[in-house]
């Protein structure tokens, strides 16, 4: 897929991976929509616009269908494609399983993988009349591997993996692709909120001895975006720390 002038939307683009995934396919020609919670900042729609590109920023919580379907409405009163979808939004909510309470579970739950097939859902319609279109959603490491304190959020992003797939079976046959990015260790506020010794004890884990980029990761995306051979896959950007 050439990217220039296709529209992209990123959910949860006001911030991190999302924003530089935002202004990765901007760099490539393509018209962004931005997505979040509340509505971006004048200095993150900058950002878009000076690649010389369109930029829409369209506020929408992930978790409400009915604010999702006036999202997609929205994009195609103003586009009349939408080619792209990255579904990066996502929650955090770390606790020892003992410690969990059924809404620590669902919170997380309804926002990353149920927010994730509210999107995909809303996109279908359209992008079967099109036939084509390409959905790439962020999963995690930690849906590959589990993590202490995190069953939530495994389960979640473990969640995205088997939806992935089974987009991509379902969505082949009308030319529409679905792939997945499980990113490692990435230097976010996030990671930089950490203590030098957790950090320490990561880096120790990871093959290549760093922290992964958001715009490693957004690379990533391109990379699935325009290859028109990739469906139903995970790749993992980690630094090795997954290897098998």
């Known amino acids: 897929m050439d990217l220039k002038d296709k529209t992209v939307l990123v ?68 586009s009349d494609h939408l080619d792209v979808v990255v579904n990066n939004a996502g929650i955090v909510n770390d606790k020892l399983l003992n410690r969990m309470s059924e809404n620590d579970f669902s919170q997380v739950i309804n926002t990353n993988l149920t927010g994730t097939f509210n999107v995909i859902k809303a996109c279908l319609r359209s992008m079967y009349k099109a036939r084509s279109g390409v959905f790439i959603n962020m999963a995690s490491v930690i849906g590959l591997t589990g993590n202490i304190g995190q069953a939530n959020y495994a389960a979640s992003k473990a969640g995205i993996i088997g939806l992935t797939k089974s987009v991509a079976k379902e969505a082949s ?48 995306a391109i990379f699935l975006a325009e290859n028109d051979y990739m469906t139903g896959q995970t790749i993992t950007v980690d630094g090795g720390l997954t290897m098998q």
């Open 11 to 78: 959910t949860g683009s006001t911030q991190g991976i999302g924003l530089a995934i935002a202004q990765a396919f901007a760099r490539r020609g393509a018209n962004i929509v931005l997505n979040g919670r509340h509505a971006a900042s004048q200095e993150v729609i900058d950002l878009i616009q000076n690649e010389n590109v369109t930029c829409w920023d369209v506020s929408a919580d992930i978790t409400d269908p009915d604010a999702i379907k006036q999202l997609i409405d929205h994009v195609y009163t103003v």
């Open 173 to 220: 046959m009308r030319g529409i692709r679905c792939n997945a990015i499980a990113p490692g260790m990435i230097d976010t506020a996030m990671t930089a909120a950490l203590s030098d010794k957790v950090k320490e004890s990561i880096l120790q884990q990871i093959p290549l001895k760093r922290l992964g980029s958001t715009d490693e990761v957004a690379q990533a």
